[in-house]
């Protein structure tokens, strides 16, 4: 550290700001600061912060040969990522600061997606707890453990709306609804970021993919997305803009093209929407490689012109595309991009190093004692096993065939059973498959013991391989009853990962089916891990209950036996509708009415929007989630009919726990807007409350809106507009509404 500190004093005593350890963090300052140092850069140090490399430790996309260390000892490289430890980024910092003209420390990230070593669950299935405060709380563990380990950026939350399930990223998103995707965009900002970033244990945090990338055409990964400006401004953009509101310090580009024009070209989204209207400070990174693409989409000519382009269009780094790399210089020396737009770039992005405080000690974040003792620290253990249990979701429960009770002889049954592998998920970052984590088999295990156990595995998650069936048949006719651990393997959702098809693959339905027979008295239960809302219509028909735990993370087992076995009751509500078939996709909630909705009375009438072969309803719908015992909605009660500009409209709701169990229950606020300069969907989320209530009690659970919570853009500006207003407080988004006010101007 010696020599950087010489050179970091020399630099900014020739400005007179003094550094010293109790760094000042005011922006001011640190712009005086960013200012000193950039007056010493020559352009190529300055195109050197906006570059980033992979430290080649994890692959998370196409293979690129960088000569990253060269690059980094020359001081031309700002960012590195896919490498981590606190003994690595310590010696790869040492180079930055030791052995460079100037000591700029550089930057560290990784995608930190649901938990950094302690895996949480994947986020479609935290989505579906609703539960802020434990979302909020994961992204603090994963910042905790990350940045002992050297990383100071985490590119995460991913923010897009997920409405196609045939896309393999929808895993990684908080689902199809714009509130409840912007609450989760705050908590994860909070989470990761903290209240101050010069703390060494909060970490950058990333909102991407800005933007539209969820919109895919057909679901297939990267494709294109044309939407219009309701679409976009009013679903796509939102979460960005919560992330934006709540201090996100970073943004990543879009693989997609939007509307003729890819993601990171993309001047209108980037210049105008995001710096001009939003305001936004920070730095936008691109996606991997995402610079050399505009070639394939046939948006620039070659990769010079790509360089162009994108940083025309606001992008400030570039990560692994090796465009600034390569062009960059030259196009400003042939005055076709303006020196002042790589100043602006590389201004932003040391004002975050200088943020972070890495200029008052590059090694803040390495430190091997701090990594050693937070990492899988038990209380984030423990947190996480909290964290599988509120996220399953209990689809289905006949004649109340789960909780399980430590009486029973089980059959275990399925490929997932013992799995350590997939049970944490795509993404899992630096979380250990195997040997960590604890398999849905281990967790029953604590409540039953192995006798009770009869095991299995019955089938793979993929090929036709049946010779498993028969001991599966014998098993279940010694048990009590049948719990089957089925889904898909890891590598079936996340980046790269889209399906045609999305039913459970392999032959595990036929599995399934064949139980049935051959036991038809014993109840089945499935419990079942995916990465994506799957079309369960058969499996519906053939087992008693469903719980869907998603990939529920490094202490899953644990969790979900909580679960199994009435510890905790399930509260969990789907983030996302479960079609009945793929031919229904996309499908969500919060539609457009159309001129011909289908009458509830006769949904098959004829010149009607439906399908001659399907209901239009999906087999769960968005908001569902069962519990254990039964919540009774009654009283629901409005302040007033009419409300004003400046009023706020009071709604409450008596919710009683009628069943047997104790639980949790997630009450859901809907309005629709009747009549708008711009059609409005026919029930919008406008609030939601996670409640206790003991059995036998009841609690009074009360909303409050006020005119922000009727804006949407109408094609110029966000606005609400006059006019009859329907509202409901339900236990999904399955309900009829019953009760309306009118919003008078
Ligand atoms: C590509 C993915 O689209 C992005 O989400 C991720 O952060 C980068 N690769 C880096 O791994």
Redesign the pocket.
Known sequence: MGKYIIKVAIVFSLFSCSRNNNFNNSESDIYNKVDSLMSLMTLKEKIGQTIMYSGDWVT??PTVSSNNIKLLKDGNLGAM??VYSAKKTKELQKIAVEETRLGIPILFGY?IIHGFKTIFPINLGHAASWDMKDIQKSARIAADEASSAGLHWT?AP?LDIGRDPRWGRISEGAGEDVFLTNEIAKANVKGFQGDDLSKNNTILACA??FVGYGAAQGGRDYHTVNMGQDELRNVYLPPFKAAVDAGVQTL?TA?NELNGVPATGNKFIFRDILRDEWGFKGFVVT??TAINELVQHGFAENEKRATEIAIKAGVDMD?MSGANRFYLEALVNEGKVDADLVNDSCRRILFIKFKLGLFDDPYRYCDENREKEVTYKSEYLESARKSAAISSVLLKNDDNSLPLTKNQTIALIGPLVKDKENIIGNWAAAGDRNGKAISIYDGIKTYLGDAKILYAKGCNIKNDDKSGFQEAISLSRKADKIVLVMGEDYHMSG?AASRTNIKIPGIQTELIKTLKEEVPDKKIILILMNGRPLDLSEEDSLVDSILEIWFPGTIGGFGIADVLFGVYNPSGKLPITFPRNIGQVPIYYNVKNTGRPIPLENPNEDYKSNYIDSPNTPLYPFGHGLSYTTFEYSDISLSSNIIGESDILSISVNITNSGNYDGHEIVQLYIHDKVGSITRPVKELKGFSKIFIKKGENKTVNFQLTCKDFKFFNGKDFIFEPGEFEVAIAGSSDFSFMHSFELKL
Request: aromatic share 20%; glycine share 6%.
């Open positions: 998370t996309g990522l896919n995608d590119f991913m991407k993919h990543m693989f996606d991997y990560m980046e």
